[in-house]
């Protein structure tokens, strides 16, 4: 029976291709699906034998499988070719962003993973309205970003307490650090000053920004605060501004 | 009594200064305000005699005016100084894009108008799901986001269909259309073959994208697609990603 599996061509054409992704540990040439990807395949996506998914052990590659069996509580799937994504590059920006309060942490993470962040750091500092992190929520978020925008990798959302970040902070090769009280330096006279290197951090406050004691604190690791201009942004669009600019920058946008 | 009116020093420190901002027609020595202003000033921001406010004419200045009374309906002010708004520039983007599905357009409009967007136009196009369109709703959303970004004019949104956005586009020097399908060109190359103007457009679809008849349409004005890069970015997060690297590439976010 298994050799017979045929395309089901009509219902690719329902379902979004990009939501037929599932982040799995490793790949074999047969593999089960169980738990929440085996739940997501046939209760939500309602995928049929026959009908092909991509599965993505985070190594750049997407695998296409077809499914072979849906059981109850599990589904089989068989490889038929693995490709190279295309999405996938060397560019590894990792952003901290402060925890901010309503749905804007999500709204963050969300629009971090589309535009290709490599890692998402969510910390608290002392202007820190939201200490309530819902890290699960934010990482489910994360997976239904990458998959939505075709990514062969999952984005961890991690959380640190402020003084974790300055020790995490030295592991990057340049940063980018937003104060909205610095008036002088901006993305481009730090590019022009320092250069641009795909290992890079941004770094933004939350809707209370940074005390002068945490700028001090950043400072001291020689990393020096930037503007975005004179408008006042809210803290979320702050963070994915300065993404957008800096992946622009490195050519990750084109 | 007007005369002897203090600044009230301590509620200065509880409200953001930017939500004291208010958008009128015209400016006067003294001034009368009423409707929505005054229930804003009186019973949302229950600001009392004594303390200021900003009163914006969108001709590019900020005129601070001290609250001399506030009535049931009505609240008298007067002037006491008038400065450049330093956020006011020349640039003039205007923002096309194809109304979306749930709060996206809300959103779309909120960031644009804090990026620095001269006007928003949302319109309706044939794989557009959602063609109810709460214009006030969103012209609601642009002046608020015009008071917390702290910008001295209005952003007007309005409503085009995709024929007229067609009438429409040729008033700009230049546009960067956005079109899911385009993989060669990208904002980087068309700014470096047809230089970068302050009076562009930046046209973005919606969630179903454009048809090849309406890529057709607008390629006829001479004005070519261009990619976002390999991943798959939400039609909302196109339109704020691309909005952040014009204005940078402009200069407007230093």
Do not use: W
Not at 22 to 48: P, T
Not at 221 to 250: C, D, F, N, Q, Y
């Amino acid at each position: 029976m298994v050799g017979s599996v045929q395309y089901s061509k009509n219902k690719f054409k329902n379902i979004d291709k990009s939501l037929r992704r599932f982040f799995v540990d490793k790949i074999e040439n047969r593999v089960v699906l169980d738990g929440e990807n085996h739940h997501h395949l046939a209760n939500v996506l309602r995928l049929k034998v026959g009908d092909e998914i991509i599965l993505c052990p985070n190594d750049g590659f997407d695998y296409h499988f077809l499914i072979t069996s849906i059981k109850k509580n599990e589904s089989d799937a068989k490889l038929i070719r693995q490709e190279k994504n295309l999405s996938t590059s060397d560019i590894e920006i990792t952003l901290y962003f402060a925890s901010l309060k309503g749905d804007n942490s999500e709204l963050v993470v969300q629009k971090a993973v589309e535009l290709g962040v490599k890692n998402i750091i969510v910390f608290t500092s002392q202007f820190t309205n939201n200490k309530n992190i819902n890290l699960a929520r934010l990482n489910k978020i994360s997976e239904n970003a990458s998959k939505q925008s075709g990514r062969a990798n999952l984005v961890k959302v991690e959380f640190l307490l402020f003084e974790e970040v300055l020790k995490r902070l030295p592991t990057h090769s340049e940063h980018f650090f937003f104060y909205e009280k610095e008036k002088i330096h901006n993305i481009r006279s730090h590019i022009s000053e320092k250069g641009l290197y795909k290992n890079s951090s941004i770094i933004v406050g939350s809707e209370g920004g940074f005390s002068e004691d945490e700028v001090g604190e950043i400072e001291k690791l020689k990393i020096k605060p930037l503007s975005l201009g004179k408008l006042i942004l809210r803290a979320e669009t702050a963070s994915i501004a300065a993404l957008s600019i800096v992946m622009h920058e490195l050519g990750h946008l084109e």
